[in-house]
């Protein structure tokens, strides 16, 4: 991970303030979007004396946390298209509470497309 220079975390919260884009901020202040995308969602609200006290370790723990926080999400969603799956598959099968739960779920998202 490329380290900002304070300086430039300062343009990115003044840059900020001012509505700016990620983009345009990159472009800025020469840096990949990433970079700067990277640097702004560690702290949020965004503040430039936040991110120069954060401790690399710091960081790299909050960067895992996240990590784990989408993993977790993705899987609750490919369970919960398993089981769906699953229940159209075998109708016979008896659910429990929760397949029920993702079938109305289903069937709510459905309806509210359909209006």
Known sequence: MTSLSSQER???QTLLELNYSVRAIARFIKRSP???S???????????EICMSLSKDELI?????RMVY???IVLIVLVGCYLVYRSYKY?????V????LLYIWKIVKLNRTLE
Request: no cysteine; net charge negative.
């Open 38 to 48: 990277i640097e702004i969602h560690q702290v949020t609200p965004y503040k430039a």
């Open 34 to 36: 990433s970079t700067v």
């Open 10 to 12: 300062t343009v990115i």
């Open 97 to 100: 509470w929760w397949d029920y």
């Open 91 to 95: 109708s016979e099968i008896e659910l």
């Open 61 to 65: 723990r909050r960067m895992m946390w």
């Open 70 to 72: 989408w993993v977790v």
